[in-house]
T-cell receptor, first 113, second 109 residues
């Protein structure tokens, strides 16, 4: 029972580098989203998708791109990493059939130096 | 989506009931109250949700006031494993959840 799977779990980037955080879910959920969590703070929504081919911006979208070519996958791309993007990133999918319950991945710890 | 107000921290003795309050005075009629918790730095975990009526599941109970402006999450017999940050969220059940900073519950042995 995989649920929501994120890779990598840990990553160190240099300023200006680009990378992609991978997210996959095996629950056939339409809604998927990406959050970031900075130390001592709650989660903030970066981007979300309501289905394959449809994405939109959340609270803090700058510096990130997303795409949704399949129901299962929702990768998050950092275009040119900055130290301000050092954070823990959580991918989530949402079950509309059970009151929109959100299922989160285990997180990806990103450090930009 | 309506914002919520929670105390930043609470302590509870092991074996006792933990009662976590949440104010959501601007909640609208079609918005649900959701509770999640986050243990250490793991991904948040769903606990329970409700609209008007009180709800109970194997993890917790949710008590919503009649005017729906506040609610209480009850962990009936708190254990050390319940130490976590608890988030109260009000949402129409769409993709836009505002998490806030939650309540840090510490269960004491």
């Amino acid at each position: 029972n995989a649920g929501v799977t994120q890779t990598p779990k840990f990553q160190v980037l240099k300023t200006g580098q680009s990378m992609t955080l991978q997210c996959a879910q095996d629950m056939n959920h339409e809604y998927m989203s990406w959050y970031r969590q900075d130390p001592g703070m709650g989660l903030r929504l970066i981007h979300y998708s309501v289905g394959a081919g449809i994405t939109d911006q959340g609270e803090v979208p700058n510096g990130y791109n997303v795409s949704r070519s399949t129901t299962e996958d929702f990768p998050l791309r950092l275009l040119s990493a900055a130290p301000s993007q050092t954070s823990v990133y959580f991918c989530a999918s949402q079950d509309r059939s059970s009151g929109n319950t959100i299922y989160f991945g285990e997180g990806s710890w990103l450090t930009v130096v | 989506d309506a914002k919520t107000t929670q105390p930043p921290s609470m302590d509870c003795a092991e074996g006792r009931a933990a009662n976590l309050p949440c104010n959501h005075s601007t909640i609208s009629g079609n918005e649900y109250v959701y509770w999640y918790r986050q243990i250490h730095s793991q991904g948040p975990q769903y606990i329970i949700h409700g609209l008007k009526n009180n709800e109970t599941n194997e993890m917790a109970s949710l008590i919503i006031t009649e005017d729906r402006k506040s609610s209480t999450l009850i962990l009936p017999h708190a254990t050390l494993r319940d130490t976590a940050v608890y988030y109260c969220i009000v949402s129409r059940g769409t993709y836009k959840y505002i998490f806030g900073t939650g309540t840090r519950l510490k269960v004491l042995a």
